[in-house]
């Protein structure tokens, strides 16, 4: 490595390098990589070369660019072809490690029991017609409140009860999925038959039987001549396909700003066990759901003839779904992602 159009200096640099790259010795994955570091890397030996290159004086730029290069190919050359030994001493058979003991298994995950009670109740709706739709978390007053009837003065619309968004008081997070049934009947025209599944959020203690963030699961069916004995049927269907081919269900009259009339349902849970009289109160019927006729003023809110179309909506919560389907007595399990717990429902998937 020698050009006596370069000063003997900057020749005699690039030899002591040279010899002492030559002299590194590169055993195993350790020297490998503190020897990228200190000639290879940007900031190594060679980078810091490169950056100097362009004190050089323009007439021996030429030259020393050739010696450059030349140590550069030979540093990495040297560490090319040790990185290949290295790596073929590594393939090698181990002596010390038994090569016929069986692997660690991959632990098998499973669905959250909340995603297993949702995809079953979507299940069973969709084979009578059924379809899924979604919309936005954050709703505006009117998709939220205004055009499900619910008065100025409700109390949901008080911020005890409800999240509003602090720089637009005319936004929330969506205290119900209803709000995705004003936007399906704002932009379809009937007939109708969906399932609106989504996160809820209301302003509210968390316990071991409520929660702030919550998931529910509501329906809509509109079209010609739907009637209260219509919804009755389709929830009979559900109750039966869900709690079991035996279940038997009632409505209670109840009240929602948006159906009219509006009912509870219950099913009859049973009274066999010690657990059956608390989960009742001793009287063996459980409340599941709420459910209506949707009220014409809606329909009208919405863009649908009230004299011509008629229907009904129906809503659970799937946490307190999936805590009786289960037998989960705190709901705050749903939120903590405790391993312990969710290895629980492994079978149940």
Same mark, same amino acid.
């Given at each position: 490595?020698?050009?006596?159009?370069?000063?003997?200096?900057?020749?005699?640099?690039?030899?002591?390098?040279?010899?002492?790259?030559?002299?590194?010795?590169?055993?195993?994955?350790?020297?490998?990589?503190?020897? !990228?570091?200190?000639?290879?890397?940007?900031?190594?030996?060679?980078?810091?070369?490169?950056?100097?290159? !362009?004190?050089?004086?323009?007439?021996?730029?030429?030259?020393?660019?050739?010696?450059?290069?030349?140590?550069?190919?030979?540093?990495?050359?040297?560490?090319?072809?040790?990185?290949?030994?290295?790596?073929?001493?590594?393939?090698?058979?181990?002596?010390?490690?038994?090569?016929?003991?069986?692997?660690?298994?991959?632990?098998?995950?499973?669905?959250?029991?909340?995603?297993?009670?949702? !995809?079953?109740?979507?299940?069973?709706?969709?084979?009578?017609?059924?379809?899924?739709?979604?919309?936005?978390?954050?709703?505006?007053?009117?998709?939220?409140?205004?055009?499900?009837?619910?008065?100025?003065?409700?109390?949901?619309?008080?911020?005890?009860?409800?999240?509003?968004?602090?720089?637009?008081?005319?936004?929330?997070?969506?205290?119900?999925?209803?709000?995705?049934?004003?936007?399906?009947?704002?932009?379809?025209?009937?007939?109708?038959?969906?399932?609106?599944?989504?996160?809820?959020?209301?302003?509210?203690?968390?316990?071991?039987?409520?929660?702030?963030?919550?998931?529910?699961?509501?329906?809509?069916?509109?079209?010609?001549?739907?009637?209260?004995?219509?919804?009755?049927?389709?929830?009979?269907?559900?109750?039966?396909?869900?709690?079991?081919?035996?279940?038997?269900?009632?409505?209670?009259?109840?009240?929602?700003?948006?159906?009219?009339?509006?009912?509870?349902?219950?099913?009859?849970?049973?009274?066999?066990?010690?657990?059956?009289?608390?989960?009742?109160?001793?009287?063996?019927?459980?409340?599941?759901?709420?459910?209506?006729?949707?009220?014409?003023?809606?329909?009208?809110?919405?863009?649908?003839?009230?004299?011509?179309?008629?229907?009904?909506?129906?809503?659970?919560?799937?946490? !307190?779904?999936?805590?009786?389907?289960?037998?989960?007595?705190?709901?705050?399990?749903?939120?903590?992602?405790?391993?312990?717990?969710?290895?629980?429902?492994?079978?149940?998937?």
């Amino acid at each position: 490595m020698g050009d006596v159009s370069l000063p003997r200096a900057m020749l005699q640099q690039l030899e002591n390098y040279k010899t002492e790259i030559d002299g590194c010795s590169l055993k195993n994955a350790a020297d490998l990589e503190a020897y !990228r570091l200190k000639y290879l890397s940007k900031k190594g030996l060679l980078g810091q070369l490169f950056d100097a290159f !362009r004190e050089v004086p323009n007439d021996q730029k030429k030259a020393y660019g050739q010696q450059l290069n030349a140590l550069k190919q030979f540093a990495e050359g040297k560490f090319e072809e040790a990185q290949a030994q290295v790596n073929n001493s590594a393939g090698g058979p181990m002596p010390d490690v038994d090569l016929t003991v069986p692997p660690f298994p991959i632990e098998m995950g499973t669905r959250h029991p909340v995603s297993m009670v949702r !995809r079953e109740v979507v299940s069973i709706f969709q084979r009578i017609g059924f379809t899924v739709a979604e919309g936005p978390e954050i709703e505006d007053d009117w998709h939220n409140f205004s055009a499900l009837n619910f008065p100025p003065e409700h109390p949901a619309r008080d911020m005890q009860d409800t999240f509003f968004v602090a720089k637009d008081p005319d936004f929330a997070l969506r205290t119900h999925t209803s709000s995705i049934q004003v936007r399906v009947m704002e932009n379809q025209n009937p007939p109708i038959r969906i399932l609106a599944p989504g996160r809820v959020f209301r302003n509210e203690a968390v316990s071991s039987r409520a929660h702030c963030i919550f998931h529910q699961i509501e329906g809509l069916y509109i079209d010609k001549n739907v009637s209260f004995a219509d919804m009755k049927d389709t929830l009979l269907y559900f109750a039966r396909e869900f709690y079991g081919p035996e279940t038997k269900i009632r409505l209670r009259p109840s009240y929602f700003p948006f159906t009219e009339p509006s009912a509870e349902m219950d099913v009859y849970w049973g009274l066999e066990t010690e657990a059956d009289h608390r989960i009742t109160k001793g009287t063996g019927w459980l409340e599941v759901l709420g459910c209506g006729m949707v009220d014409p003023n809606v329909l009208r809110n919405c863009g649908i003839d009230p004299d011509e179309y008629s229907g009904f909506a129906f809503g659970m919560g799937l946490e !307190r779904t999936a805590m009786l389907k289960y037998q989960v007595k705190d709901l705050r399990l749903f939120f903590e992602n405790d391993k312990r717990f969710l290895d629980q429902f492994k079978s149940a998937y």
